[in-house]
Each structure stands twice: as structure tokens, then as C-alpha cells.
């Protein structure tokens, strides 16, 4: 991977962080706003649908909306790690062989990946600093529901985030955290023929599924 970015996402999503999470969601379940995507998905209807999954780290809406009935899921990361604990994790729950796996930048692997029903970016949107490019691709991917968790834009949250950048900084890690704007990011999805089914927010981050 040439992006800064990307090799930066391979030194802090390591194996120990991967395998934290991985046990996190095996005692757990999917965090709250992971769950609340999952419900808003579920809701819409997901049976015999097939999933793309970007940057989906230990695979846990793969993994919940398989046993939901969905037919087949592709599970695109540039992180390692995080590939190797979802892989671990589906063969656990017996639907390893409904799942393809591209480790990779999402926005250079795009024009080789076929579109599905539906897209799912959790907590990636905040990682990847051309949002247009990323948006654009993966809401075009969506034929019935595009479903995503990124940061609100208030002033708490990009304090938050510089501060965060500064230690990833100080540790010259080239990743960086991003907070792009709720309208444009709105703007691109609905650019794709999408609109908003489902909305909801916490303190930190805001949560929306769109359908064509």
C-alpha cells in the first residue's frame, strides 16, 4: 500500500489491538453504535443479501448480519491484523466459506470490487482523509442500503481528535484522525441516488443508514 495513511493503520491496528477487540466482541457483542447500525440494517431486511464490509476490523457486522440471514459478505481492511482475527472469528461461527477477504486501500482496490446490496463503513470515514474519494466509491458499491458510523463535527469532538493526532504525531505514526463535515459527507452519499432511512447520534458519533 503507498498511502501514509494505510501503512500508518498497520502499526496501530496491530495484532495485540486486534486480539483485545476480538475478545471484547466475543464477551460483548458489537459496541453500541456497532449494534445500532446492525439493528438499523436488520430492520430494513438483509436476508439473502450480500455485504461489503470496509474496514471492518474483527468482522462483527459480517459476522451479525451472516447469522441474520445474509448471503455472502466481502470484508475489505487494510489492516493485517484485523483480516487475520476476522477470518479466526467467522471460522469460529461456521461462515467462513461465505466470506472474501481484500487487504488493501478501499479507494485503489474499488474498480476490482463488484457492487453488492448493501455497504457498510463503521468508524472508517474518520480514518481516511479523502473523504470524496472514499464516500464516492463505497456508496456506489450500494445497490439497496449504505450503512455508516462516523464523528460528529462539534467543537468537543475535533478538540478530541487534535488531540489524538498530536500523540500519533509525537510517535510519528503517519495515521491520522479525521472530522469531515456531516453535509458533505451527506452531500456525496446522495450525489449516488441514496437517501437517509435511519439516523441517530451519541456524544461522540452519529450513526445513518441510507437506501435507494
Known amino acids: 500500500m503507498n498511502c501514509c495513511q494505510c ?6 491496528f496491530s495484532d495485540k489491538t486486534a486480539a ?4 471484547a466482541y466475543r464477551k460483548k457483542g458489537p459496541s453500541k453504535t456497532t449494534r445500532m447500525l446492525i439493528n438499523a440494517l436488520k430492520a430494513q431486511g438483509v436476508e439473502e443479501m450480500t455485504l461489503l464490509d470496509i474496514g471492518g476490523g474483527v468482522g462483527a457486522i ?4 451472516l447469522k441474520s440471514g445474509a448471503g455472502s459478505a466481502v470484508n475489505v481492511d487494510a489492516s493485517t491484523a484485523y483480516i487475520k482475527a476476522a477470518k479466526d472469528e467467522a471460522q469460529r461461527q461456521n461462515h467462513a466459506n461465505q466470506v472474501s477477504y481484500h487487504h488493501g ?4 482496490l474499488a474498480p476490482n470490487i463488484a457492487p453488492v446490496d448493501i455497504v457498510t463503513l463503521d468508524r472508517v470515514i474518520c480514518c481516511y482523509h479523502d473523504m470524496p474519494a472514499l464516500v464516492g466509491l463505497s456508496s456506489q458499491k ?14 468537543w469532538t475535533k478538540i478530541g481528535v487534535a ?4 500523540g500519533l504525531w509525537v510517535s510519528r505514526n503517519p495515521f491520522r484522525v479525521f472530522v469531515h463535515p456531516t453535509e458533505a459527507v451527506e452531500a456525496v452519499v446522495r450525489g449516488n441516488g441514496l437517501e437517509r432511512r435511519f439516523y441517530r447520534k451519541t456524544w461522540l458519533w452519529q450513526v445513518a443508514v441510507y437506501g435507494c
Do not use: C, I
Open 7 to 12: 501503512r500508518g493503520m498497520e502499526s496501530l
Open 20 to 23: 483485545g477487540d476480538l475478545k
Open 62 to 65: 459480517q459476522h451479525e448480519l
Open 105 to 108: 486501500n478501499f479507494v485503489d
Open 142 to 155: 450500494a445497490g439497496k442500503l449504505y450503512g455508516v458510523v462516523y464523528p460528529r463535527d462539534t467543537w
Open 163 to 166: 488531540v489524538m493526532n498530536f
